[in-house]
């Protein structure tokens, strides 16, 4: 056993000793169910999308998070071919469904940094984006505490997350702002959707 691996599995199992508790399973599972397929994260992409003056965020959010699943889901995973824990380790107890896929890196906490970490960079309002990096966080651990993936699958999928949103937040406002027709961005903007009313504070702040 590698020293990474043994650092792996240590945390593993500390975890499955020290820290798991029958009240704390189901509300853990429900955490780490959130971010199945993206889900919840597709799902504020609709909602930031949906309204208009958040429009941009959205693009931008959607963005980061179809270059995550391309670097992790289709490249990554496949080349590093990392079997999950309880594949390898008998006394690993996994709480959930067994995944079909790899282990490196941890899609859930990939996508959520992919998404949460751009809203800072598109000045979205604290009161979102705060608890959106929380929640992530909140996934990321959550992966760990089910012992689906190693420790260093999370905090991989963590900096790969980052990345891939910066990534999304300078691909949409360098290129695709700047570069693409401008009739259909005049479209993209123009589309019908929810208009949100400003308060006085935030008028007096522009």
């Known amino acids: 056993m590698s020293a990474v691996d043994s650092f792996d599995v240590s945390i593993l199992e500390y975890v499955m000793n020290n820290i798991r508790k029958e009240w704390l399973d189901p509300i853990v599972v429900f955490i780490t169910h959130?971010?199945?397929?993206?889900?919840?994260?597709i799902f504020l992409i609709l909602v930031l999308l949906a309204i208009k003056k958040t429009r941009r965020v959205g693009i931008a959010c959607g963005v980061a998070l179809v270059i995550n699943v391309i670097l992790c889901n289709f490249l990554i995973k496949p080349i590093v071919a990392r079997p999950r824990p309880y594949d390898l380790y008998q006394h690993i107890v996994c709480i959930v469904k067994p995944q079909?896929?790899?282990s490196f890196p941890s899609g859930h906490t990939a996508a959520s940094f992919s998404v949460s970490s751009v809203l800072p960079y598109m000045k979205m309002k604290k009161r979102i984006s705060i608890p959106a990096i929380i929640l992530a966080t909140m996934i990321a651990l959550s992966r760990i505490y089910v012992c689906v993936h190693y420790?260093?699958?999370?905090?991989c999928g963590a900096v790969l997350g980052a990345i891939a949103g910066f990534a999304g937040f300078m691909l949409y406002t360098r290129v695709i702002e700047k570069k693409a027709p401008r009739k259909m961005m005049d479209f993209v903007f123009n589309f019908p959707g929810i208009e949100l009313k400003e308060n006085k504070a935030e008028k007096k702040a522009s």
Do not use: E, N
């Not at 959130?34 to 994260?41: C, F, R």
């Not at 420790?151 to 905090?155: E, F, R, S």
């Open 100 to 102: 079909w896929d790899y």
């Open 34 to 41: 959130l971010g199945k397929a993206g889900i919840v994260w």
């Open 151 to 155: 420790p260093t699958d999370v905090i």
